[in-house]
């Protein structure tokens, strides 16, 4: 299976604790694309990046968010001292190129914040 | 500011009939456009897209119509089958940020057997 994926599926964090979620994107693309959705609502834009590049984060919170995609291995969101507003499905996705190029989305983390 | 909006939070077919799944957007920049299926617990699955450029797509059962003067897209199942319930997303993108989908808060269609 080439599809995007994202591990892990489910993700169990106390409230100050970090979460890293991450992300291989599809074979033979290289842009990567985060959005989150929370309940009830549809998915939000949060980062666009290519290899070692953020290219826009537009969509992060300004503080305790992060992301990376380095020249090896997975891309990484990560959310330092998570509180209960965090919790949500995280989705990855990817793509060959940017503009009218689809975007392929992994199954998601549902990060869940006690 | 809801950029895109589906109105409907659920719609119910009956197996073999058409399902409509509407949306509307307000930004005049967004120049492509995109339907996807979502299974619970799973992520969006990619149907079909049009740019504008284009009033109409198909792909097998499905087909998206963009009316640009209303700012309103359809998408049509032809015809529909109980595997097709999900939740439906339509998104769009344009202007500077071709890569940036604006989604609308998704469809549940139901197709009874």
């Known amino acids: 299976n080439a599809g995007v994926m994202q591990n892990p599926r489910h993700l169990v964090r106390r409230r100050g604790q970090e979460a890293r979620l991450r992300c291989s994107p599809m074979?033979?693309?290289?842009?990567v694309y985060w959005y989150r959705q929370l309940p009830e609502e549809g998915l939000k834009f949060m980062v666009y990046l290519q290899k070692e590049n953020i290219i826009d984060e537009s969509g992060m919170p300004k503080e305790r968010f992060s992301a990376e995609f380095p020249k090896e291995g997975p891309s990484i969101l990560r959310i330092q001292q998570v509180v209960r507003g965090d919790s949500a499905a995280y989705f990855c996705a990817s793509s060959p190129g940017q503009g009218r190029e689809t975007q392929y989305f992994g199954p998601g983390t549902r990060l869940l914040v006690l | 500011d809801q950029q895109v909006k589906q109105n409907s939070p659920s719609l119910s077919v009956q197996e073999g009939r058409i399902s409509i799944l509407n949306c509307d957007y307000t930004n005049s920049m967004f120049d492509y456009f995109l339907w996807y299926k979502k299974y619970p617990a799973e992520g969006p699955t990619f149907l079909i897209s049009?740019?504008?450029?284009?009033d109409k797509n198909e792909d097998g059962r499905f087909t998206v119509f963009l009316n640009k003067s209303a700012k309103h897209l359809s998408l049509h199942i032809v015809p529909s089958q109980p595997g097709d319930s999900a939740v439906y997303f339509c998104?769009?993108?344009?202007?500077?940020?071709?890569?940036?989908?604006?989604f609308g808060t998704g469809t549940r269609l139901k197709v009874l057997a």
């Open positions: 049009i740019s504008s450029i284009k």
């Open positions: 998104a769009a993108a344009g202007g500077s940020g071709t890569y940036k989908y604006i």
């Open positions: 074979k033979g693309h290289s842009h």
